[in-house]
């Protein structure tokens, strides 16, 4: 998922019209700027990209899902159910709104479940919230089933898969509002940044307060404007913007080089006696930052895995299994309660119990992956060596 692989004369170019003016904040200046603003630019290139009425940038993707948590109104005593596969950041934002996780168990498209969602269902749930991971989609249809029939929010954590897509229509707009992160490494980036993207006009104008203090943004000046609720700084600044905006308009030359690699090195893997590849509910839609794959036994994979690791070509083959920030299996903070602060001893005692349940169903599941991060950067000689050495260092 790798934006940064492909820093050009454009993203130079465009921070550089940031340099010009120093005007580095997004708001307010507005003589000093010279017409400058690339925040607004790139949350206008961002709606026309993917296809939403609205988008509000942040700081980071996890001030994105938080932002968007708390202008769909999730908060104190609510329940959010979501992945037991996922990047911590999930977590970390609902417990910043105060709600509960509900984790659940993932199944083999390595997203939510819909049976294991529809079992976690309480009266105190108020959003589910699947997250596509490593560039490919949750059941989406079932998804927004089962929000319809017991009127729950969905909110998609799609920081994972820019440019992923759902029956023609981009992924993180589709559900009540959704969020991508970019941060460094992901399918582009500004550095860091993130952003909640909806069609509900009274979600947008929250986020937009939320992510500045509040500010209301209808005064003369900063100064004069109103604050009708209480916010955060979760701003990005125009230097990052600037990044973004680059790269957005260089995202289907990225996409295209995604789709041709994976095509040719899932051609190669699959020669691997006993192999399976991930469940893609719309294949069409998978953005490729990942190839994902499976071996029958959690043996076989554990065996694979040394296998490559003994060769030298593990980096970029990602066993999540036994990795600390994306499976449930290591997240002994979470398990435990371990907090810089004190939680309240409800809010704790209900993390502390969805965290330890059984999640059997998602080790068969995760016990048994391998995903291959593509790169932007590989010749057609290099995927054929790569695919090779990985074929051959297990069969
Ligand atoms: C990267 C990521 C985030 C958080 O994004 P940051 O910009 O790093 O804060 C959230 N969810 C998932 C699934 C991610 O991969």
């Known amino acids: 998922m790798p934006g940064f692989e492909k820093w050009s004369n454009l993203e130079r170019?465009?921070?550089?019209?940031?340099?010009?003016?120093?005007?580095?904040?997004?708001?307010?200046?507005?003589?000093?700027?010279?017409?400058?603003?690339?925040?607004?630019?790139?949350?206008?290139?961002?709606?026309?990209?993917?296809?939403?009425?609205?988008?509000?940038?942040?700081?980071?993707?996890?001030?994105?899902?938080?932002?968007?948590?708390?202008?769909?109104?999730?908060?104190?005593?609510?329940?959010?159910?979501?992945?037991?596969?996922?990047?911590?950041?999930?977590?970390?934002?609902?417990?910043?709104?105060?709600?509960?996780?509900?984790?659940?168990?993932?199944?083999?498209?390595?997203?939510?479940?819909?049976?294991?969602?529809?079992?976690?269902?309480?009266?105190?749930?108020?959003?589910?919230?699947?997250?596509?991971?490593?560039?490919?989609?949750?059941?989406?249809?079932?998804?927004?089933?089962?929000?319809?029939?017991?009127?729950?929010?969905?909110?998609?954590?799609?920081?994972?898969?820019?440019?992923?897509?759902?029956?023609?229509?981009?992924?993180?707009?589709?559900?009540?509002?959704?969020?991508?992160?970019?941060?460094?490494v992901k399918t582009m980036t500004c550095a860091e940044g993130g952003v909640v993207m909806t069609n509900n006009k009274d979600v947008f104008i929250k986020s937009d307060g939320y992510t500045d203090h509040g500010h209301d943004h209808l005064g003369a000046d900063r100064g004069a404007d109103l604050h009708p609720f209480i916010g955060y700084n979760f701003r990005i600044s125009e230097l990052h913007s600037a990044v973004g905006l680059a790269q957005i308009r260089r995202l289907p030359e990225f996409l295209e080089t995604q789709k041709k690699n994976h095509a040719q090195l899932k051609s190669i893997l699959s020669a691997i006696p006993g192999i399976t590849f991930r469940r893609i509910p719309d294949p069409a839609g998978d953005s490729c930052s990942f190839l994902s794959w499976f071996l029958p036994t959690e043996a076989a994979t554990r065996a694979a895995v040394a296998a490559l690791k003994e060769k030298g070509i593990l980096a970029g083959n990602f066993y999540w299994f036994d990795n600390n920030w994306h499976y449930i299996r290591k997240w002994d903070h979470l398990k435990k309660g371990t907090t810089l602060n004190h939680l309240h001893p409800e809010l704790k005692a209900a993390v502390m119990h969805h965290a330890n349940k059984d999640f059997s169903a998602s080790d068969a599941v995760m016990s048994r992956c391998i995903s291959t991060a593509i790169s932007l950067t590989w010749t057609e000689e290099q995927i054929v060596e790569k695919g090779k050495a990985i074929v051959s260092a297990i069969i």
């Not at 550089?16 to 607004?40: A, C």
């Not at 026309?48 to 708390?70: E, K, N």
């Not at 769909?72 to 996780?101: C, K, M, N, Q, R």
């Open 13 to 184: 170019k465009e921070v550089n019209d940031v340099l010009e003016t120093g005007i580095l904040m997004r708001y307010g200046f507005d003589g000093p700027r010279k017409g400058i603003w690339k925040s607004k630019e790139l949350e206008a290139a961002i709606c026309s990209t993917f296809g939403c009425d609205y988008a509000q940038l942040c700081s980071s993707g996890t001030a994105a899902l938080t932002t968007a948590m708390s202008a769909l109104g999730i908060g104190y005593g609510d329940e959010i159910i979501t992945p037991s596969f996922t990047f911590v950041a999930s977590f970390e934002a609902i417990l910043s709104v105060g709600a509960v996780p509900v984790l659940v168990d993932v199944d083999d498209t390595l997203t939510l479940d819909p049976a294991a969602v529809r079992k976690a269902i309480t009266s105190k749930t108020k959003a589910v919230m699947p997250v596509h991971m490593c560039g490919s989609m949750a059941d989406l249809d079932a998804m927004q089933q089962i929000c319809k029939e017991h009127n729950l929010i969905l909110l998609e954590d799609a920081c994972q898969s820019i440019g992923g897509s759902y029956k023609g229509r981009s992924l993180g707009t589709i559900g009540d509002a959704g969020t991508f992160s970019f941060d460094f």
